[in-house]
C-alpha cells in the first residue's frame, strides 16, 4: 500500500523490467550485499511534459486511495458492521488490487495505455459516489472491491508510463523522484481523510476521493501509448502470474516475501483501527497515521543509502524488530484513561513507521539481487504482491480477532507475528554476508 504503489514487470512493450513505483529509493547498481555499483550520470532532463502528466495522474489516483483508507472502515464499524465488518472493508479493497495486478499482464498486451489508465481512473472513482448516502455493509464490500481493482490497474500503468518516459540514463534517479511523487499522498492524504470525516462526514471525504480518482481521465489524451496495444507474443512467460507465483516458489524470494509480509500485515491493521481503538481520539489517531508515514518515508530514504553502503539485508532484522516494537507500544491501550495514553501512540507509530520504511527499502533491494533471471521487474512485482496480500490479510484477521479479545491484545499480537520472521530475516542477512565474501 503502500503501496504504497505498483507496477508489474514485462506487461508491455512500454517496459520489459519496471522496477516498482513503490520504491522510493532508486537503485543506482548497488547489490543486496551492499557493494557499490556505478552512479549514473546526469544527463536530459528528467521530467518532460508528459512524465509530468503521469506523475499527477499517480498523485491523484493515490490521493483518492488514501483518503478513504482509513475512513472507510471506521464508517463500516459506525453503521453495525462491528470491528469484523471494519476489517474486511479493508481486506476486500486489496484483494481487488491483487486481482489487478495479477491481470495487468494480460490486459496490457489487449488494450492501450490510454484506455486502460482511464479504465482504473473511472473504476476507482465512480464506485465511492455510493458512499455520499447511508451505504449497507454489503455495500461498502462491494465498493471496495472495484476501488481496489481500479487502483490497482491505474498504478500498474503510471509505473510502465514513468519507466518508459524516463531517459535510460537517468532512469534510477527519476524513478527515485516517482517514488517521492507518489508517497505524498499517503503522507497527507491518509490522516487529513481521518480529521475530514470526523469534522464533515464520510459524503465529504467521498466527494473528494471521486474529484481526485477522475483527474487521470482529463490528461489521458495528452499522454503517449494511444495505439501502443503490447504484442501478444511480447515479454516472457514468467511475465504471467503463473509466472509471478513460480518466482514465488524460489526459497530465498519465498522468505523475503514472508519477511516482508509480516510487516505490511501489521501495516493495514494500524490505517484500519488505529482509529477504532478505545481511548484515541480523531485528533490521535490522525496525528499518529501521519506520524507513522512520516516516518516511514524519512527511513525509508536513509534505508536506501544505508544500505547502498553496508548493505541491504542487513537492514531486514532492525526494520522488524523496530516495527515490532512500535506495536508492541499499543498495549498501552489498555490504559485509555491513561493520561500517557496519547503520547504512547505517538511513540509507537514513530517507531513503526521507523522499522516498516526501513522494511519496505530492504526487502525491495534484496529481492532485485536474488532475482537473476527477471531482474527488477519480476522482484518489484513479488514485493507489491506481499505488500497487498498482508495489507488486505492483516486487517480482516485482527478484526476478527480483536472482537473476542479487545484492541491493545490484537496489537500486541500482530507484534509478536512480526517477531516470528526475525529468524528468516537473520538467515537472509547471513547468506547475503556469505555471497559478499565469497564474491556471488
Avoid at 144 to 161: E, Y
Avoid at 194 to 208: F, K, P, Q
Wanted: proline residues 6%.
Amino acid at each position: 500500500m503502500f503501496r504504497l504503489d505498483h507496477t508489474v514487470a514485462g506487461m508491455s512493450t512500454l517496459t520489459s523490467a519496471a522496477p516498482s513505483t513503490a520504491a522510493l529509493a532508486p537503485r543506482t547498481g548497488t547489490r543486496g550485499d551492499g557493494a557499490p555499483g556505478s552512479a549514473v550520470k546526469a544527463g536530459r532532463r528528467i521530467v518532460s511534459g508528459p512524465l509530468a502528466l503521469v506523475f499527477l495522474a499517480e498523485f491523484s489516483a493515490l490521493t483518492s486511495f488514501y483518503l478513504l483508507l482509513s475512513v472507510a472502515p471506521r464508517y463500516a464499524a459506525a453503521v453495525g458492521a462491528g470491528s469484523s465488518g471494519a476489517g474486511l472493508v479493508t481486506g476486500v479493497l486489496l484483494l481487488g488490487t491483487v486481482a489487478a495486478e495479477l491481470a495487468a499482464p494480460i490486459l496490457m498486451r489487449r488494450y492501450t495505455s490510454r484506455v486502460l489508465l482511464a479504465a482504473g481512473a473511472l473504476l476507482l472513482g465512480v464506485p465511492a459516489l455510493a458512499l455520499l448516502a447511508p451505504a449497507s455493509l454489503g455495500i461498502m464490500v462491494a465498493v471496495s472491491v472495484v476501488r481496489g481493482f481500479g487502483f490497482g490497474l491505474g498504478t500498474v500503468l503510471s509505473g510502465a508510463l514513468a519507466a518508459a518516459l524516463l531517459p535510460p540514463e537517468r532512469r534510477g534517479e527519476g524513478l527515485g523522484l516517482f517514488g517521492i511523487v507518489a508517497t505524498a499522498p499517503g503522507v497527507v492524504a491518509l490522516p487529513a481523510g481521518v480529521w475530514l470525516a470526523g469534522r464533515y462526514g464520510i459524503a465529504m471525504v467521498a466527494g473528494l476521493a471521486v474529484a481526485s480518482a477522475l483527474i487521470p481521465v482529463a490528461v489521458v489524451p495528452w499522454l503517449p501509448g494511444g495505439t501502443d496495444r503490447g504484442d501478444p507474443r511480447a515479454g516472457h512467460a514468467e511475465d504471467t502470474p503463473d509466472g509471478l507465483l513460480a518466482a514465488l516458489r524460489q526459497r530465498g524470494q519465498r522468505r523475503l516475501f514472508l519477511i516482508f509480509a509480516a510487516s505490511t500485515v501489521a501495516a493495514g491493521v494500524v490505517v484500519s483501527f488505529l482509529p477504532l481503538a478505545a481511548g484515541v481520539s480523531g485528533t490521535v489517531a490522525a496525528a499518529g497515521l501521519l506520524a507513522q508515514a512520516l516516518t516511514a518515508t524519512i527511513s525509508r530514504w536513509w534505508a536506501g543509502r544505508r544500505g547502498d553502503q553496508r548493505g541491504h539485508a542487513s537492514l531486514l532484522v532492525p526494520g522488524l524488530a523496530i516495527a515490532s516494537l512500535g506495536m508492541l507500544t499499543m498495549v498501552w491501550l489498555a490504559f485509555p484513561a491513561a493520561p500517557a495514553t496519547p503520547a504512547a501512540v505517538i511513540v509507537g507509530m514513530c517507531l513503526f513507521g521507523t522499522g516498516f520504511g526501513i522494511s519496505q527499502n530492504a526487502t525491495f533491494a534484496v529481492m532485485i539481487d536474488r532475482m537473476h533471471t527477471s531482474g527488477p521487474g519480476m522482484a518489484s512485482a513479488l514485493w507489491n504482491l506481499a505488500y497487498d496480500a498482508g495489507y488486505g490479510a492483516g486487517p480482516a484477521f485482527f478484526g476478527l480477532f480483536a472482537a473476542r479479545t479487545g484492541y491493545p491484545a490484537a496489537f500486541a499480537l500482530t507484534g509478536v507475528l512480526m517477531l516470528a520472521a526475525l529468524p528468516a530475516a537473520r538467515r537472509e542477512h547471513s547468506a547475503a554476508r556469505g555471497q559478499a565474501r565469497y564474491g556471488l
